[in-house]
């Protein structure tokens, strides 16, 4: 009996869920196989046991790595019965401080009744924001009755067991370097290996563009690169975790001595071969907030009477506030819960590290660049990610931090990807890009002002116009057809933001939507600044377009149908 797990992650928690359920699976016997959703490529290669496991990511998009499925799954020409054969569960992931909530797997659901196939049990759409978070809600709402009712389905008792230790996921070879000079082999993985799709592209620069007494610290990072690209594109890139940490993490497990011995880690798809160095530093996400899994992987190894009882504590049912206050709510990290449980972590076998740790997920960047203004250049506008937690510890963002930190000369691993439309023709553009949010417009921007027909109007959103108005030395030159509108929302009493100053400009937007038929376009994050700015658009068609608001709304989503307006948000 096979349960397939199907997951499409873009951060890497549905995958990290998708594994947690795969080890309860075996644990109970079941037969289990975990892949992405994309690794369907037909509707005729889903079984009949499935649990979908999907996140929602941007402005209610689907992950990158369920794109063709989702593609599969919602083509007009599948028969009403095709899923009739298929028994599923479905976990949702997302956080509910986004207006499209769980959006995602709320329309795979509708989907997938659409198409016949039966639910095992009731889905859940589990909550960031739940006081116990993604795993608590999940276990309180889903987990036992899942299990339960697919026992039920294919006729056997399933009680999983998290003290029960499952064969790693890889087997590990070792490779003798006795016979390699230690020096030529340190310096062979000084340069991370490109896997395949990406480049080695060269830092020129690296300059903060904020003041050095603001609190946000954005640089302005330029490659050197011949990748072919267009302004609305991002830089994809793959991070590494710092080296101090790399190196606590080797001493914890007892492998100091081995950073720069060779390797094969092999499994029943994939075969790797690297260093110790290369796998903590450029594969596996050390630094990560662990989830409930790692805790209960943990238990697998700890015999020390403390620490194990510490540990099934955390994971009693009704101690899930104890394990969200240890970890979640101080943001500790992976290696500094392997710090707290010594004893435990001494007895890892170096395999489990693939089954203690997820991979390093890319990280994507609006272009801030034009490949006709900046030929053979890339540039990136990146906020760096540090804050302090309950704990009065600094946490940083694992990719901005890994840029804030490069020199010029160092290579990066990096690809293109499509992202934003930005639609090229000779319609007046209104772009509305609070912070960072500003990149994809920048180059663009500036390569419109090639041609003095194209108008362009841009709202722009910061706290200081002395501290982190950073568009402002590149676009306010008499040579680039701007108007430009700033929201200052700190140097003045009241707070001003971009939806202030959209309605406050209402008048002028309403003209050129009306007569000139421009396109408006909005990059930020997709927490509040979408609901906001639509919010001021209708109250724009309602004072100067004379609309009710049930008009208002109609209107905005027609220019939302006909791509008038474009949303490109993150997370």
Not at 148 to 158: A, D, K, M, T
Not at 426 to 447: C, D, K, Q, S, Y
Request: hydrophobic share 35%; charged share 25%; proline share 5%.
């Amino acid at each position: 009996m096979l349960l397939e797990i199907l997951f499409g992650s873009q951060t890497g928690t549905a995958e990290d869920v998708s594994e947690r359920f795969s080890s309860m699976a075996r644990s109970t016997g079941v037969e289990c196989r975990v892949q992405s959703l994309d690794s369907i490529k037909s509707i005729e290669d889903l079984g009949t046991h499935i649990l979908f496991i999907v996140s929602t990511t941007g402005d209610g998009e689907e992950p990158e790595n369920m794109r063709h499925f989702w593609r599969l799954i919602m083509r007009r020409s599948l028969s009403t019965g095709i899923l009739s054969h298929v028994h599923y569960g479905l976990i949702g992931l997302g956080d509910s401080t986004y207006p499209k909530f769980n959006y995602v797997a709320k329309k795979l659901y509708k989907r997938l009744q659409q198409l016949g196939a039966q639910s095992i049990c009731e889905r859940v759409l589990a909550d960031e924001q739940h006081p116990h978070g993604i795993d608590g809600c999940v276990d309180q709402t889903f987990t036992g009755i899942f299990w339960q009712s697919f026992g039920e389905l294919i006729g056997r008792e399933l009680k999983p067991r998290i003290d029960q230790r499952l064969p790693s996921k890889h087997q590990i070879q070792w490779i003798d370097n006795t016979e390699q000079d230690l020096p030529s082999l340190q310096s062979s993985v000084n340069t991370p290996k490109i896997p395949p799709g990406y480049s080695s592209i060269p830092l020129i620069s690296n300059t903060r563009v904020t003041s050095d007494d603001h609190w946000q610290d954005v640089r302005l990072l330029e490659f050197d690169t011949d990748l072919p690209y267009k302004c609305g594109d991002v830089a994809v890139i793959l991070p590494q975790c710092p080296l101090p940490v790399v190196n606590l993490l080797a001493e914890l497990l007892n492998v100091q001595n081995k950073l720069h011995q060779k390797f094969i880690a092999s499994n029943d798809v994939s075969t790797l071969s690297m260093t110790v160095l290369e796998l903590f530093r450029d594969y596996l996400h050390i630094t990560r907030v662990p989830s409930r899994s790692f805790f209960e992987k943990l238990v697998w190894f700890s015999e020390d009477e403390r620490e194990r009882e510490r540990l099934l504590e955390f994971l009693e049912a009704g101690n899930m506030d104890d394990l969200y206050t240890y970890c979640h709510r101080p943001r500790r990290t992976s290696v500094e819960v392997l710090q707290d449980f010594p004893h435990t972590t001494s007895r890892i076998p170096f395999e489990y590290v693939f089954d203690l740790f997820s991979s390093i997920r890319p990280r994507s960047f609006s272009i801030a660049s034009s490949p006709k203004i900046h030929p053979n250049r890339i540039q990136l506008l990146v906020a760096i990610v540090r804050y302090k937690t309950i704990i009065a510890l600094y946490r940083e963002g694992l990719c901005s931090n890994y840029l804030c930190q490069l020199q010029p000369g160092t290579h990066i691993l990096m690809r293109i990807a499509t992202s934003f439309n930005l639609i090229d023709d000779n319609r007046p553009a209104i772009m509305i890009g609070p912070g960072t949010g500003v990149a994809p417009f920048r180059g663009w921007i500036l390569e419109r002002s090639l041609n003095n027909e194209k108008l362009n109007m841009l709202f722009f959103g910061c706290r200081y116009r002395n501290k982190d108005a950073y568009v402002e030395k590149d676009l306010l030159k008499d040579t680039i057809n701007l108007i430009y509108i700033p929201a200052y929302s700190r140097d003045q009493e009241d707070k001003i933001y971009v939806q202030h100053k959209i309605i406050e400009y209402g008048h002028l937007i309403w003209e050129w939507i009306l007569h000139k038929q421009a396109r408006i376009y909005l990059a930020g994050s997709a927490k509040q600044v979408p609901e906001q700015v639509s919010d001021a658009l209708k109250t724009v068609f309602i004072n100067n377009g004379h609309m009710t608001n049930e008009q208002a709304d109609d209107y905005l989503q027609e220019l939302e149908r006909t791509k008038q307006y474009q949303r490109e948000t993150w997370s």
